[in-house]
């Protein structure tokens, strides 16, 4: 098959030619047809300076943007974001603080640009560009936004918060609001002072504004970061704080009635951030970390650099009113969002087609780390069940796609942030780890995250980088080659597994389609490198290893060898099918002795099962049936969810198309009464963390 680096890996959309002087024409735009910003000028700084009003209705804000930019290419039209804005004035200046003449600015908003019009070419030179504006504090749940919650004492209060990524920071101040374009950024905020202003940095300064009592608070010059990552905020709540062993400040802020449920999402991010900091071995660059719980949020939060906002039931935790498993989804989502402070925020993605960059890794590292720092949560176990289980479901079908995929629109970049992104990458990046071991792993990522500190990133770079590493290892692999086939096409092998008489292994592959299925072509045919970690009732050991590329793999194993798994740990992104023989084996092993095989197998055997049985003519469903009633002696509630989550795919099959509703109700009771007896049915103060 070919390599995936003679394939086009990334660029998708880009814009590397100039503006066609076909399109002015007495210097009134008729068209403009590109969709990405095109590369002629270079970014320096922003001075951002906003004054919001927060007690009209509509909420509304005034705003003046000063952007120092380097034309790299001489240009008669300056086009950046901006949408949803009235704007006032724009001057150009030169460094001497000449005012250039403007032609009449005008809007694109399909794809949601500004263009400006120059009466001359600019110079490849530096100029100052001022936007005045205003515009509406928004009612959704994006750009420069208004939040609202109630107090126990009726009272009606609001915030105003900002939420960019992907393609919303043009919602609040024009900009080149494209992720490569990385700046610096000054932000001043007029406030009442009942309000509390933060943004990514750390208050320099604050004055008073005007004789009405308002204060102008203005933030300390910022580090190189995208424009999304800019983020700002106006509200009344009120903070818990504590200092990291490097001298890092970290708030945790909330609605004053809250603040008691903080001090658990404070004791998560201090023992995260020094944890990330001595794995990666790069020091957390800003001088403070605030993480703030929104009343009104629409996703479970976002990275914003030095200002990650959560929604409430992301990061509250109240230990009087919220089950003992409810802290998992705190110290996970933390895990996460301060995994991006590297992850995408110190080394962005070039563009969004390699989103998985940032999200598969924050999501790969949000079970390493919370692991890590509490260790009694199983968040390995969790990675199977909440992570490789729903990737392989969402990835099975013919409406999925590519990890790293084209995206040139702000709604095919919002589709983006799916499980295919989230939990594939992170499945994907997890298997390079096993491949690699640790050591060599993050010796690897510290040298990808080191040589695009600051700056931005393609899937490419991050394979040079790896390669580094990896060339230490016994035996050569090419990191390009072995994740480009798992990036650059959609969907996942069934690898199968025959045991002959002797010690004869015969290993092929498939790719996993349901029956009269129309997929799409792939650049590489549908074939995988394939890590193949196996074991065998005389190889117990969880290393024994080949790769899998071509149709069909044969070796050798221990001549008394009855039985054999696949996939052993879970460790790859694919599922295993055997022939009957080695079936039945297995499924005799889990009736008798369930505990010849580890956890995550046990899991991963039943979740196998049932999939295969929908695609696979010679697996039927009730093989996955007759082995999932092994369950009723499963002592392991992650086992047991992980698997009921897996038959939940084939039940609704079997009630409401096969008519088998009151014998599916036996089997469930069946297999979940003993586990009732056992655990009970009410919450109890000392639950673990998956009985809870």
């Known amino acids: 098959m070919p390599r995936p680096e003679e394939l086009r890996l990334t660029e998708y959309g880009s814009e590397d030619s100039d503006y066609d002087e076909d399109i002015f024409n007495n210097s009134i735009i008729h068209s403009y047809e590109k969709k990405r910003l ?32 380097k034309v790299l290419k001489r240009t008669k039209c300056i086009v950046l974001s901006s949408l949803e804005q009235n704007i006032t004035d724009i001057k150009l200046k030169q460094k001497d603080g000449t005012v250039l003449m403007t032609e009449e600015f005008s809007h694109v908003p399909e794809h949601e640009f500004l263009l400006i019009p120059l009466r001359a070419k600019l110079e490849e030179e530096e100029y100052t560009l001022v936007i005045k504006y205003e515009a509406e504090v928004r009612h959704a749940l994006k750009g420069f936004y208004r939040s609202y919650y109630t107090t126990s004492q009726g009272e009606r209060r609001v915030a105003a918060v900002t939420q960019f990524e992907a393609t919303f920071a043009r919602h609040a101040f024009p900009c080149f609001d494209e992720p490569a374009y990385k700046a610096t950024f000054t932000i001043s905020i007029v406030r009442d002072p009942e309000h509390t202003a933060l943004s990514n940095m750390p208050v320099e300064s604050t004055k008073k504004y005007n004789e009405h009592g308002l204060l102008e608070d203005t933030f300390e010059k910022s580090i190189k970061m995208s424009t999304y990552l800019v983020a700002f905020m106006i509200m009344d709540f009120t903070s818990r704080s504590t200092t990291t062993s490097s001298n890092v400040l970290i708030r945790v802020w909330s609605r004053s009635e809250t603040e008691h449920q903080t001090e658990y999402a404070l004791d998560c991010a201090k023992q995260l951030l020094e944890y990330y900091e001595d794995l990666f071995g790069i020091p957390f660059p800003l001088p403070k970390q605030d993480l703030v719980a929104v009343p009104d949020f629409n996703s479970g939060a976002m990275e914003n650099w030095g200002l990650i906002t959560y929604r409430e039931t992301s990061i509250l935790y109240d230990k009087a009113e919220t089950s003992n498993s409810f802290k998992r ?23 969004w087609n390699d989103l998985w960059l940032n999200e598969g890794f924050a999501s790969y590292m949000e079970y390493v780390a919370s692991d890590k720092v509490k260790p009694e949560m199983g968040m390995q176990m969790y990675l199977q069940k909440n992570g490789m289980q729903r990737a392989l479901s969402a990835d099975s079908f013919s409406n999925s796609h590519p990890i790293s995929t084209k995206a040139d629109t702000p709604d095919s970049i919002a589709e983006m942030f799916d499980a295919i992104s989230y939990r594939k990458g992170a499945c994907i990046i997890r298997m390079l780890n096993e491949v690699l071991g640790d050591k060599l792993f993050f010796e690897g990522i510290n040298n990808y995250l080191t040589k695009y500190e600051y700056s931005n990133a393609e899937q490419s770079q991050l394979y040079v980088a790896i390669n580094e590493t990896a060339k230490h290892m016994e035996q050569a692999i090419d990191i390009s080659e072995f994740m480009g086939s798992w990036t650059l096409q959609m969907g996942y092998p069934i690898v199968h597994v025959k045991l002959t008489e002797g010690n004869k292994v015969q290993v092929s592959q498939t790719k996993y389609k ?17 890590p193949f970690w196996y074991q065998t009732n005389e190889e117990t050991g969880i290393n024994n290893f080949l790769w899998v590329s071509d149709e069909t793999v044969e070796f050798e194993t221990e001549e008394n060898a009855n039985w054999i798994l696949g996939n052993s740990r879970a460790r790859g992104f694919y599922r295993v099918n055997y022939e009957s023989e080695n079936w039945d084996k297995i499924i005799d092993l889990l009736h008798n002795s369930h505990t010849v095989f580890h956890e995550v197998d046990r899991m ?13 003519d010679d697996v039927d469903i009730t093989r996955a049936l007759d082995a999932s009633l092994y369950l009723k002696s499963e002592e392991s509630l992650y086992v047991l969810t992980g698997c009921l989550a897996s038959l939940s795919r084939i039940i609704g099959k079997l009630v409401v198309v096969e008519d088998y509703g009151a014998e599916i109700n036996a089997f469930f009771l069946d297999i979940l009464e003993p586990v009732v007896k056992r655990i009970g049915l009410d919450s109890k103060p000392d639950d673990d963390f998956e009985t809870g």
């Open 604 to 616: 991963k055997i039943i979740d196998d099962l049932t999939s295969i049985s929908q695609v696979v």
């Open 514 to 530: 349901f029956p009269g299925e129309v997929e799409a072509e792939s650049p590489l045919g549908y074939k995988w490198h394939i």
């Open 38 to 69: 095109t590369k002629q000028h270079g970014f320096r700084h922003y001075d951002i300076w906003l004054h919001p009003n927060l007690t009209v209705t509509p909420l509304r804000f005034q705003g003046k943007v000063e952007i120092k930019i």
């Open 329 to 351: 989804r705190v110290v996970s989502v933390i895990a996460h969002e301060l995994a991006h402070q590297w992850f995408g925020n110190l080394v962005t993605m070039k563009w």
